[in-house]
């Protein structure tokens, strides 16, 4: 497949089946912002479930949290978002006044659009600024979160306190944050409103190497029981002078996207660099006494940190597949190919769809709605009678359903249906009684 296009297709396929729509898109659409459709919302949730699962419930000593997104403006004072840390370098163009990233530039001399000459680069913070109360001056001026983690550290001892933790433990919280991008672009992969997925664990200094090597390795094993195939990953150490500002180790998870290697995962050895600046700038200490060396120190952070949207284009290309000439060998269909989005079950938006064989027999039809009012309070289930049954599972395979429910004549007798699988095309009966209890088993594999 053509590499350039295949992004394209991806993202054609989300506009048609209501994974992704543009933001405003009446409007013509609104600055690179992108709205998830009745499909993109599912999957989105399954992420973050399947993420949530991952770093709370089978690890030991991760909870929760649901901070604000926004915040005092001293916590970015703190973070060291507001200085040069956290800006792009920008040029300008002479001629056409277009913008770029200089890092993105061949050539940081000439515009990529009309060749016109280029300014000299200037800094430009990506923090996104608002007001919060009626007065639009400098004191009433904040920020939307630019990382969800910083709610985290701000409540280091509020967490320790209610929840009576000991070092070392970790916080996990999914939320939006928001980025003014210069160029943001390929997508869903880079935008200005995304949603992270952030986990940040804290540890005595002395441990910090081993929990890093622990985090990164756990994080590689999530993307590879989600389906992402082990060539399609690889970890990119981040040498010292290209590092984010806090950080005093990184690397990058890499996924092999149709328009080349890129970061989805960071994870970060953050030192004490966070909860030492908080501790300065609030006057709150927030550093942590070990009652058993009687001794107090800033914990490290092991900072693991993924946007949930570029792990789900990820897996949207992993998982898209293009079939020629169709894949029934009975199938008379003219279509050249077909669409498969071989998800893994956990992620697909629908999990099952029920169909009657015939629209036009009632006793059909009855007999399906009755399935379907079965299996939709269990699972995200959808009802389908329209076109012939070929047509209604191929709907399905290009949006990655698992499993098609089948009611034909011998289930009015019977009291069964066919289970088709998706990836197998293979069908089975399975009676009506045990249908709930058969997908539960199926999904969970
Ligand atoms: N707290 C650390 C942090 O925010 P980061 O490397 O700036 O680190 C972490 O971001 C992850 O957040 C990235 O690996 C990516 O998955 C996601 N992310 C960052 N900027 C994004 C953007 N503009 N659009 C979509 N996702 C983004």
């Avoid at 869903?188 to 441990?207: A, G, L, V």
Wanted: glycine content about 6%; some cysteine; aromatic content about 12%.
């Amino acid at each position: 497949m053509n590499i350039s296009n295949e992004l394209e297709k991806i993202a054609s396929l989300c506009r048609r089946k209501g994974f992704v729509f543009l933001s405003s898109e009446i409007y013509g659409g609104f600055g690179s912002c992108y709205d998830y459709g009745p499909l993109g919302v599912e999957m989105k949730n399954n992420i973050k479930k399947c993420w949530w699962e991952e770093m709370t419930r089978k690890k030991e000593k991760i909870v929760g949290l649901d901070a604000a997104i926004l915040m005092s403006p001293k916590v970015w004072e703190a973070s060291g978002h507001l200085t040069a840390g956290f800006a792009d370098e920008l040029v300008e163009c002479k001629k056409c006044h277009h913008r770029f990233r200089k890092d993105f530039l061949q050539d940081s001399h000439r515009c990529p659009d009309c060749q016109g000459e280029l300014t000299l680069p200037q800094k430009f913070n990506l923090m996104m600024k608002t007001f919060v109360g009626p007065v639009e001056d400098k004191a009433s001026q904040t920020y939307l979160r630019a990382e969800t983690c910083q709610g985290i550290y701000v409540n280091f001892k509020n967490v320790i306190n209610s929840m009576r933790l000991k070092i070392p433990f970790g916080i996990a919280q999914i939320g939006k944050a928001f980025r003014n991008e210069i160029t943001p672009g390929n997508f869903i992969f880079r935008t200005r409103e995304f949603e992270q997925m952030e986990m940040q664990w804290f540890c005595n200094p002395k441990d910090a190497d081993k929990f890093f090597e622990y985090f990164k390795k756990e994080r590689i094993k999530w993307y590879l029981k989600l389906g992402i195939k082990k060539q399609n990953l690889r970890i990119k150490e981040i040498p010292e002078k290209e590092r984010a500002h806090y950080a005093i180790r990184q690397i990058d998870i890499e996924y092999r996207f149709p328009f080349g290697w890129k970061e989805i995962e960071g994870v970060h050895n953050r030192g004490d660099w966070d909860l030492k600046n908080h501790s300065k700038y609030s006057n709150e200490d927030l550093s942590y006494f070990d009652e058993k060396t009687k001794n107090s120190y800033y914990p490290y952070i092991i900072e693991t940190s993924v946007g949930v949207e570029r792990a789900m284009l990820a897996f949207l290309c992993e998982a898209y597949q293009e079939i020629g000439g169709g894949r029934n060998k009975n199938n008379q269909s003219t279509k050249k190919k077909e669409i498969v989005l071989k998800l893994s079950k956990k992620l697909s938006p629908i999990k099952v769809a029920v169909f009657p064989l015939l629209k036009n027999k009632k006793e059909l039809v009855k007999k399906a709605k009755e399935v379907f009012k079965m299996v939709k309070p269990h699972f995200c289930s959808f009802y389908d009678e329209n076109d012939s049954i070929g047509r209604r599972y191929r709907r399905q395979d290009e949006v990655g359903t698992p499993f098609c429910i089948t009611i034909d004549f011998d289930s009015i007798k019977k009291n069964d249906v066919t289970v088709r699988d998706r990836n197998t095309m293979k069908q089975k009966r399975i009676k009506i009684k045990d249908l709930v209890s058969f997908l539960k088993e199926k999904l969970e594999e």
